[in-house]
């Protein structure tokens, strides 16, 4: 569905998988709806209600007063079947924070790392030992990597990049069974491509946009997929003022694009943006959803959709997503009310008045390139700090995913929000020590 915080040995075959996927998920939504269908014309014929859709409550907060960045990683670490917490902040040591989860609670880890400053984080089985590693690229440039041991511990290796990160993300893109290391830079130098041994040692081997442009510009964010039906890994990049620039790459290391032109390069010029891919409306093409652009407060902003052909071409389907007035990067796609259809989750603001805070909103998808807005979600409109990251786990396995939003500035934390109809297992009050 979305390429991103995959772990394990499915990283190395996913990309050859891919139209095998999308086959059997086609199958099983044509009969899910037309299951769906006869099932909503018998309630009908009953009088019966649809259920109403879920809300959401806010669990408990990590980290508070503290300026977290980039996005927070949910995946498990040490082999116990529920998924710990990485994440990493501005003006802390360490910058690389680590809570194990339990399904009950989050206790910090001892820090046994080298320190390195805040940065992006990739997590991924680099080592093909069975369990998930992290790779932290830092805002300050150095490239660190932990694999881990299933039982808590970490072997550190560092490497000195050419720049400072903003977005990391872990593929094969040669085809050679370990994974790369696709990296965004902050001012310097684009994307890099770096090959990996499967042993946590990394070698540069490409820059895009290649030749280099003459001025270079922050990066945004990163997001890999399959969009042309290859089999190899692409990539879709979001740069301030630069724009959006999609690579095909062809299994080999070699990739080919450049700039788009569906959507202008000024609408990058917001403090940050977010990508995420997932075929939103069944056709078998992964679609691309953007959050962060912006264009001016007279007019309307908020996420943007473009369906994808599979062939390159690309048609928007932003229709009930353009609610806000100031951007923000927080962006995650997941089925969040079960139809079988993807919804976006999305920072922003609607007052355009920074002063009042940010939001998190719940547009819900129909399946067909539409959005509506759901005001009753029970996710605050306003009064949050910045949002950077958004990402969903089952935290406390009950079985439906938590909304995990990370946030920046001063006042930042980390907060979960849980559905309030799911069954009675909350987690109990997270520990609060070593956060900050």
């Known amino acids: 569905m979305v390429y991103t915080n995959i772990v394990g040995r499915w990283q190395r075959w996913h990309w050859f998988l891919i139209p095998v ?34 809300r959401y409550t806010l669990a408990f907060t990590l980290g508070p007063d503290t300026e977290w960045r980039f996005a927070p990683h949910a995946v498990d670490l040490n082999g116990d079947g529920v998924p710990d917490l990485v994440a990493t902040a501005r003006l802390t040591d360490p910058a690389l924070h680590l809570w194990w989860g339990d399904g009950h609670t989050l206790t910090p880890a001892q820090t046994t790392w080298t320190n390195i400053g805040y940065g992006a984080i ?29 039982q808590g511990g970490f072997t550190e290796t560092l490497l000195q990049g050419k720049d400072g990160y903003v977005a990391a993300r872990l593929a094969d893109v040669n ?20 090959l990996g041994d499967g042993q946590g040692h990394w ?45 095909y790459g062809d299994g080999q290391g070699g990739f080919t694009g450049g700039p788009v032109d569906f959507i202008p390069p000024r609408a990058f010029a917001s403090v940050s943006s977010s990508l995420a891919l997932g075929d939103v409306n069944h056709d078998g093409n992964v679609d691309l959803v953007i959050n962060g652009t912006f264009l001016s407060l007279d007019v309307p902003n908020g996420p943007d959709v473009y369906l994808g052909d599979g062939q390159g071409g690309w048609t928007a389907a932003s229709e009930g997503l353009k609610v806000l ?5 927080g962006l995650a796609l997941w089925d969040l009310d079960q139809d079988g259809n993807l919804d976006i989750i999305a920072g922003g603001n609607v007052t355009g008045d920074a002063r009042s805070g940010y939001g998190l909103f719940w547009f ?41 939003t990370l946030y920046g500035g001063g006042n930042g934390m980390i907060t979960v929000w849980k559905r309030q109809e799911a069954r009675d297992s909350a987690m109990l009050p997270v520990h609060q020590a070593a956060t900050n």
Request: glycine residues 14%.
């Open 21 to 54: 996927v999308l086959v059997v998920a086609g199958v099983g939504l044509f009969v899910f709806s037309g299951a769906r269908s006869l099932r909503q014309g018998t309630m009908a014929s009953l009088g019966a209600r649809p259920a109403p859709p879920p």
């Open 122 to 150: 990739a997590t991924g089985d680099i080592n093909h030992d069975g369990v998930p590693d992290i790779v932290e690229a830092s805002h300050f440039g150095k490239i660190q990597t932990l694999l881990s041991d299933g």
């Open 175 to 194: 085809g050679d069974g370990e994974l790369d290391l696709i990296l965004v830079g902050f001012q310097r130098v684009g994307i890099e491509i770096y």
């Open 203 to 247: 070698t540069l081997h490409k820059r895009l946009p290649d030749p280099p442009l003459g001025r270079t510009m922050p990066g945004r964010d990163v997001v890999l997929g399959d969009l042309n039906h290859d089999g190899h890994v692409d990539i879709v990049a979001a740069f301030n003022r630069w724009g959006l620039y999609i690579y």
């Open 325 to 329: 007035k100031l951007a923000a990067p």
């Open 364 to 404: 819900k998808g129909d399946g067909k390139g539409g959005w509506q807005l759901m005001p009753d979600s029970g996710l605050p409109s306003e009064g949050l700090p910045i949002p950077h990251g958004i990402t969903l786990a089952d935290l406390d396995r009950d079985g439906v995913p938590e909304i995990i």
